[in-house]
C-alpha cells in the first residue's frame, strides 16, 4: 500500500495539465499513487493524464462520463486512495519537489495534526511570480482566519485519511468553495497548520480568476460561514457576517464598525474556545491577532502612527 495518495481533478484544463502531473511524479518522496480524476472534459485532458498513466504504475487514471464538479470528482479519486496520507492537487498548480517529503516529516512528528497546508506563491501562465500568500501557521489563526482572513491553500494541503473518512469526505453536489465547507467541519474533529516554505506555485489566470470570484462560488463560501456561525452562536446576525466578509476582503471599516466587529470576534473567539476548536492557552495569541486584523481596517494614516507607536513604546 503506498503512504501517500495524490488527488487531482481536472476539467478542460489541458493547457497546464502536463506541468501539474510532472510536478507529483518528480516529487523526492516516492512511495504515493496518483489518482487523477478526469471530470467529464470536453478537450484533451484524459488523453493527456491517460498518457502519463501508460508511463507511470504509479498514476491511477479515473475518467468520468460527464461533469460532475470539483467536490464530487474529488470524492470519486478519494474512493479509489489507499494511502494513509491524502495530498491535494489541482490541475493547472505545480508543487515543488520537496513538498511531500516535508509534509509528511512535519505529520509524521505532530499526531495532532490532520490537516497540513504549505506556503504558495502565485504565478502567471508562465510561471513568472506574482505576489507571495501569507498564511497562518498556527491552528488557532487559522481557524480565525476562516471568517476574517487567508487561511488554507487547498491544493496545498496534505490530510489524514481518518479525518477526512471520519466528516465523509467532501460535501456531495457542492459546485463552489468544497475546501472551506470541510474545513468548517474538520476544525470540530482536528488541528491545522501551515508550513512556512512556499512549496506550491499556485497559478493566478483568467480562468482561476474568474472561478474565485465567481458570484456562486462567493455566495456558497458565505452561506458556509453563516452555517458555521449559527453552530456555534446559535444565530448568525448579518451585520455580524458582513463586517467579517468585508475585513476578508480587507476593506475598510469606519470606528463604529470596527467597534462592533471587535465584539464581534471576541464572542467568536469565546464561542470557538468553548466549543474546544480553539485552545484556551492560544487566548492571547488570537486576541493580537484581531487587533492586527482590526488596524488593517484602518484609514493608511493610523496604520502608520501605531506602527510607530509599538516601534518606540512598544504597544
Same mark, same amino acid.
Given at each position: 500500500?503506498?503512504?501517500?495518495?495524490?488527488?487531482?481533478?481536472?476539467?478542460?484544463? @489541458?493547457?497546464? %495539465?502536463?506541468?501539474?502531473?510532472?510536478?507529483?511524479?518528480?516529487?523526492?518522496?516516492?512511495?504515493?499513487? #496518483?489518482?487523477?480524476?478526469?471530470?467529464?472534459? =470536453?478537450?484533451? /485532458?484524459?488523453?493527456?493524464?491517460?498518457? +502519463?498513466?501508460?508511463?507511470? @504504475? =504509479?498514476?491511477?487514471?479515473?475518467?468520468?462520463?460527464?461533469?460532475?464538479?470539483?467536490?464530487?470528482?474529488?470524492?470519486?479519486? $478519494?474512493?479509489?486512495?489507499?494511502?494513509?496520507?491524502?495530498?491535494?492537487?489541482?490541475?493547472?498548480?505545480?508543487? %515543488?519537489?520537496?513538498?511531500?517529503?516535508?509534509?509528511?516529516?512535519?505529520?509524521?512528528?505532530? *499526531?495532532?495534526?490532520?490537516?497540513?497546508?504549505?506556503?504558495?506563491?502565485?504565478?502567471?501562465?508562465?510561471?513568472?511570480?506574482? #505576489?507571495?500568500?501569507?498564511?497562518?501557521?498556527?491552528?488557532?489563526?487559522?481557524?480565525?482566519?476562516?471568517?476574517?482572513?487567508?487561511?488554507?491553500?487547498?491544493? /496545498?494541503?496534505?490530510?489524514?485519511?481518518?479525518?477526512?473518512?471520519?466528516?465523509?469526505? +467532501?460535501?456531495?453536489?457542492?459546485? &463552489?468553495?468544497?475546501? &472551506?465547507?470541510?474545513? /468548517?467541519?474538520?476544525?470540530?474533529?482536528? !488541528?491545522?497548520?501551515?508550513?512556512?516554505? =512556499?512549496?506550491? %506555485? +499556485?497559478?493566478?489566470?483568467?480562468?482561476?480568476?474568474?472561478? &474565485?470570484?465567481?458570484?456562486?462560488?462567493?455566495?456558497?463560501?458565505?452561506?458556509?460561514?453563516?452555517?458555521?456561525?449559527? !453552530?456555534?452562536?446559535?444565530?448568525?446576525?448579518?451585520?455580524? $457576517?458582513?463586517?467579517?466578509?468585508?475585513?476578508?476582503?480587507?476593506?475598510?471599516?469606519?470606528?463604529?464598525?470596527?467597534?462592533?466587529?471587535?465584539?464581534?470576534?471576541?464572542?467568536?473567539?469565546?464561542?470557538?474556545?468553548?466549543?474546544?476548536?480553539?485552545?484556551?492557552?492560544?487566548?492571547?495569541?488570537?486576541?493580537?491577532?484581531?487587533?492586527?486584523? $482590526?488596524?488593517?481596517?484602518? *484609514?493608511?494614516?493610523?496604520?502608520?502612527?501605531?506602527?510607530?507607536?509599538?516601534?518606540?513604546?512598544?504597544?
Amino acid at each position: 500500500m503506498p503512504l501517500v495518495s495524490v488527488v487531482m481533478p481536472v476539467f478542460n484544463g @489541458e493547457r497546464f %495539465l502536463a506541468e501539474a502531473i510532472e510536478s507529483i511524479l518528480a516529487q523526492t518522496f516516492t512511495d504515493f499513487e #496518483f489518482i487523477i480524476v478526469d471530470d467529464g472534459s =470536453r478537450d484533451r /485532458s484524459a488523453e493527456i493524464a491517460g498518457s +502519463y498513466a501508460d508511463q507511470d @504504475e =504509479r498514476i491511477r487514471f479515473v475518467k468520468l462520463r460527464r461533469n460532475l464538479g470539483e467536490a464530487d470528482a474529488r470524492n470519486h479519486g $478519494l474512493a479509489f486512495a489507499r494511502g494513509e496520507f491524502i495530498a491535494t492537487m489541482d490541475s493547472d498548480d505545480v508543487s %515543488l519537489p520537496q513538498r511531500l517529503q516535508r509534509q509528511l516529516d512535519v505529520l509524521s512528528r505532530n *499526531p495532532e495534526i490532520g490537516v497540513l497546508g504549505t506556503g504558495a506563491q502565485a504565478v502567471n501562465e508562465e510561471l513568472r511570480p506574482l #505576489f507571495d500568500f501569507d498564511l497562518p501557521q498556527q491552528h488557532a489563526l487559522i481557524v480565525i482566519n476562516l471568517f476574517v482572513g487567508s487561511f488554507l491553500i487547498h491544493p /496545498s494541503t496534505m490530510m489524514r485519511r481518518d479525518a477526512l473518512s471520519d466528516v465523509g469526505g +467532501y460535501e456531495p453536489s457542492r459546485l &463552489t468553495a468544497p475546501d &472551506t465547507e470541510l474545513w /468548517s467541519r474538520l476544525m470540530w474533529r482536528t !488541528r491545522f497548520a501551515n508550513l512556512p516554505e =512556499r512549496l506550491l %506555485l +499556485y497559478r493566478w489566470h483568467d480562468a482561476q480568476i474568474h472561478r &474565485t470570484r465567481d458570484a456562486l462560488a462567493m455566495k456558497q463560501a458565505a452561506d458556509v460561514r453563516e452555517r458555521l456561525l449559527k !453552530r456555534l452562536w446559535g444565530e448568525a446576525p448579518r451585520d455580524s $457576517l458582513v463586517r467579517f466578509a468585508r475585513m476578508q476582503r480587507d476593506e475598510k471599516l469606519g470606528p463604529l464598525d470596527r467597534r462592533r466587529a471587535r465584539r464581534d470576534l471576541a464572542r467568536l473567539l469565546d464561542a470557538l474556545i468553548g466549543a474546544d476548536i480553539i485552545d484556551r492557552i492560544d487566548r492571547g495569541l488570537v486576541e493580537a491577532h484581531i487587533e492586527r486584523r $482590526l488596524e488593517g481596517t484602518m *484609514p493608511r494614516n493610523w496604520q502608520k502612527f501605531l506602527h510607530w507607536r509599538r516601534h518606540h513604546f512598544g504597544r
